[in-house]
């Protein structure tokens, strides 16, 4: 399965953009997939996961209550809508297909797409 990461840019603090996570090659399986970051000189981090149904959800404390984490398994898509933007959400996105473990992890996950970059301006 290859992952699409899609929909970054740039934005002015208190913005929002909808990030778009599409799989191809295989469908997402049933499985979770997450979001995760990474800023310039930091460790990638975790942001959000959902399960296949969407059921339940998890975010990082630092995005709870801005973004949510959607998907639509018909089009095999996943999305990241981010809301009252901070400058300390720049960063590259990245989504993953969980495979097992902590969702914490970045291990727990394999199929990585190719990240997009979200620059929130002050």
């Known amino acids: 399965v290859q992952l699409q990461a899609s929909g970054g840019g740039l934005v002015q603090a208190g913005g929002s953009l909808t990030l778009s996570c599409a799989a191809s090659?295989?469908?997402?399986?049933?499985?979770?997939v997450g979001w995760f970051r990474q800023a310039p000189g930091k460790e990638r981090e975790f942001v959000a996961v959902n399960n296949y149904s969407g059921g339940y959800t998890y975010y990082a404390d630092s995005v709870k209550g801005r973004f949510t984490i959607s998907r639509d398994n018909a089009k095999n898509t996943v999305y990241l809508q981010m809301n009252s933007l901070k400058p300390e959400d720049t960063a590259v996105y990245y989504c993953?297909?969980?495979?097992?473990?902590?969702?914490?992890?970045?291990?727990?996950?394999?199929?990585w797409g190719q990240g997009t970059l979200v620059t929130v301006s002050s």
């Open positions: 993953a297909r969980y495979y097992s473990g902590n969702y914490y992890y970045t291990t727990s996950y394999k199929f």
């Open positions: 090659g295989r469908t997402f399986s049933g499985s979770a």
